[in-house]
């Protein structure tokens, strides 16, 4: 009896202890942020900043969504920091009515402000025949082995095929300066559809490729040649027996961080609004077990997905004024720390997707601090007030 008493506690403690850090409750007070250590650090952080002067005595300042410039709006933004500059990409207006206009690239000098700086690629440019031609979805910039790499998913329009469906899949670029020029590498690295392609250096040297399409797939790969060493595997779909509802509509959007000898795997579902999961393994390539039976960080929405969002069961919308804040990918901030980055969506009752995807509400982009406690990555929740950070 007095065993059972002591597993009943236990397990309420537990429990408790799991609800807090899900709802992200004096974060300040039970996890720090996340240091960019100079060990095990995300494959695009190559930190270039002196350490801060005065600790402590530094307050920076934010309200989401950060960036309020329609005519720059994206989904799925990536955010790389670069001396004392940071470098977005992300996908471009329109989106689901495509083809976009190209790969657009945003500069920053406080994280605050945000101007275009150029098209990486610029649709407008390229010939007829071009096979990457089409939507150019959630390209992102990393810097590994002393260069900087351009991954983009796209296709090839064609009459028959006027979004490039069809052929859509990834392509590698390189280039000796964040703002480019960028020279293809290799493409498509997959025979199949796949997008939302990522890419995550181990701390001995090996590169590795994630991407989604109809689940999460992994593979190593060749950086130099741009090519899959073996197969392209996929390792989790949205219906799997083992995932709770609220994956169920669909996931996307990996993310890959090493902390601690263990590797980490941030991903998005689309099922109640947009909410981003976590995945942890020993090895790369997995076996992925989910870290948290809940989302991480998100929001979401009863009517924003409709019948998608009854396959999750019965749910409450979060108090948020959001409809989307997801597919995340991580960046060093103004503190030195590691952020969070991703689009935020007001909901102004709107169904998904929208009638006119380029009326308002449009996507914008939204950061947070990472934190991390007990193995555990967390965002809290988003926010639409100003915030402040010391350090």
């Known amino acids: 009896m007095i065993k059972k008493m002591q597993s009943t506690y236990i397990t309420r403690h537990w429990f408790?202890?799991?609800?807090?850090?899900?709802?992200?409750?004096?974060?300040?007070?039970?996890?720090k942020a996340q240091e960019v250590t100079s060990?095990?650090?995300?494959?695009?952080?190559?930190?270039?900043?002196?350490?801060?002067?005065s600790p402590g005595t530094h307050v920076f300042k934010y309200k989401n969504p950060i960036i309020h410039d329609t005519t720059i709006a994206m989904r799925d933004h990536s955010i790389l920091r670069v001396g004392k500059k940071w470098y977005c990409t992300g996908t471009s207006l329109p989106v689901w009515t495509g083809p976009n206009p190209g790969v657009r690239l945003l500069v920053s000098d406080d994280m605050l402000h945000w101007k275009q700086e150029s098209w990486l690629i610029d649709g407008s440019k390229l010939p007829a025949d071009c096979p990457y031609n089409g939507r150019f979805w959630a390209?992102?910039?990393?810097?590994?082995k002393g260069k900087y790499w351009l991954i983009v998913n796209s296709g090839k329009v064609t009459p028959q095929d006027p979004k490039?469906?069809?052929?859509?899949?990834?392509?590698?670029?390189?280039?000796?300066?964040?703002?480019?020029?960028?020279?293809?590498?290799?493409?498509?690295?997959?025979?199949q559809y796949n997008n939302?392609?990522?890419?995550?250096?181990?701390?001995?040297?090996?590169v590795y490729l994630y991407c989604s399409g109809n689940g999460l797939f992994q593979a190593k790969l060749d950086l130099e040649k741009?090519?899959?060493?073996?197969?392209?595997?996929?390792?989790?779909?949205?219906?799997?027996?083992?995932?709770?509802k609220w994956m169920w509509g669909g996931i996307e959007g990996p993310f890959v961080l090493k902390r601690e000898g263990l590797y980490y795997m941030f991903f998005s579902t689309w099922t109640r609004g947009y909410e981003v999961g976590l995945l942890k393994s020993r090895s790369p390539l997995g076996p992925w077990e989910l870290a948290l039976?809940?989302?991480?960080?998100?929001?979401?929405?009863?009517a924003y997905r409709g019948a998608i969002a009854d396959v999750a069961g019965n749910f409450t919308d979060t108090k948020d004024p959001y409809c989307e804040t997801g597919h995340n990918a991580i960046f060093e901030g103004p503190d030195g720390k590691l952020w969070s980055s991703c689009h935020y969506v007001f909901y102004k009752g709107q169904p998904f997707p929208s009638v006119n995807e380029m009326a308002e509400p449009k996507p914008q982009m939204g950061i947070e601090p990472l934190y991390f406690k007990n193995g555990i990555f967390t965002i809290g929740k988003p926010t639409w007030t100003e915030q402040a950070v010391k350090y």
């Open 139 to 144: 390209p992102e910039l990393h810097f590994i």
């Open 39 to 53: 060990g095990e650090r995300p494959a695009y952080v190559k930190s270039t900043t002196s350490k801060v002067k």
């Open 16 to 31: 408790k202890a799991l609800v807090l850090i899900l709802m992200g409750l004096n974060l300040s007070e039970t996890v």
């Open 226 to 244: 741009g090519k899959i060493i073996g197969e392209l595997q996929r390792f989790r779909t949205a219906r799997d027996s083992i995932n709770p």
């Open 164 to 191: 490039g469906l069809a052929t859509h899949s990834i392509w590698l670029f390189s280039a000796d300066k964040v703002t480019g020029p960028y020279k293809l590498v290799n493409g498509p690295l997959t025979p």
């Open 196 to 206: 939302d392609a990522t890419l995550f250096e181990d701390t001995d040297g090996q």
């Open 293 to 302: 039976p809940e989302p991480i960080f998100g929001t979401r929405k009863k």
